[in-house]
T-cell receptor, first 118, second 116 residues
Framework: AQKVTQAQTEISVVEKEDVTLDCVYE???????LFWYKQPPSGELVFLIR??????QNEISGRYSWNFQKSTSSFNFTITASQVVDSAVYFC???????????????FGTGTQLKVEL | GAGVSQSPRYKVAKRGQDVALRCDPI?????LFWYQQALGQGPEFLTY????????KSGLPSDRFFAERPEGSVSTLKIQRTQQEDSAVYLC??????????????FGPGTRLTVL
């Protein structure tokens, strides 16, 4: 069975600090997909990134970057120069290949609450 | 509308009542998912539709939970004889995928159900 672990329950930083959110996953599949979602106080989950298991290139999008390492089953998320508007709960999620019966339902971690203060 | 909408946004039910939660997915999206999110937890999968077919209901916690999507667009999640442990936010998501795809799921704002 697939599992996602986000060991950091809550992180507090001061604005302009860099912060890394950890995500470790477990799956028996060789083909799978990893996602990050942001859940601001309004409650609606906002998609940030999708990565498939065959693409280990790290990705940068503005202040956001993602580090995918299959060797350690990790898909960590870094926010550079954090801002107050980054305050939210961030979820890492996994979906397995539909051909192996896993469907494309998402298995989420428990989330990391990020608080960015002035 | 442009996004996934859900109604009602908030529902208070007395224990034992039946409730119905509605989801309007993004037009043209083939896949529709329901998730349950307890306070302080990540969303947990309940059920999945591809058009009108319910292909996976493995996450439904009991036979009191029932979901349908009769015309392949709007979906309703029904909970019969609600219990206090059913209190949670119920999230609906839709995706352009048919079988084999893993595009992002677009989530609605959720329905917060409180069972007294």
């Amino acid at each position: 069975a697939q599992k996602v672990t986000q060991a950091q329950t809550e992180i507090s930083v001061v604005e302009k600090e860099d912060v890394t959110l950890d995500c470790v996953y477990e799956t028996r599949d060789t083909t799978y997909y990893l996602f990050w979602y942001k859940q601001p106080p309004s409650g609606e989950l906002v998609f940030l990134i999708r990565r498939n298991s065959f693409d280990e290139q790290n990705e940068i999008s503005g202040r956001y970057s993602w580090n995918f390492q299959k060797s350690t089953s990790s898909f960590n998320f870094t926010i550079t120069a954090s801002q107050v508007v980054d305050s939210a709960v961030y979820f890492c999620a996994l979906s397995e290949d539909i051909l192996t019966g896993g469907g494309n339902k998402l298995t989420f971690g428990t989330g990391t609450q990020l608080k960015v203060e002035l | 509308g442009a996004g996934v909408s859900q109604s009602p946004r908030y529902k208070v039910a007395k224990r034992g009542q039946d409730v119905a939660l509605r989801c309007d997915p993004i037009s043209g999206h083939v896949s529709l998912f329901w998730y349950q999110q307890a306070l302080g937890q990540g969303p947990e999968f309940l059920t999945y539709f591809q058009n009108e077919a319910q292909l996976d209901k493995s996450g439904l916690p009991s036979d009191r939970f029932f979901a349908e999507r009769p015309e392949g667009s709007v979906s309703t999640l029904k909970i019969q004889r609600t219990q206090q442990e059913d209190s949670a936010v119920y999230l609906c998501a839709s995706s352009l995928d048919s079988a084999g795809g893993h595009n992002e799921q677009f989530f609605g704002p959720g329905t917060r159900l409180t069972v007294l």
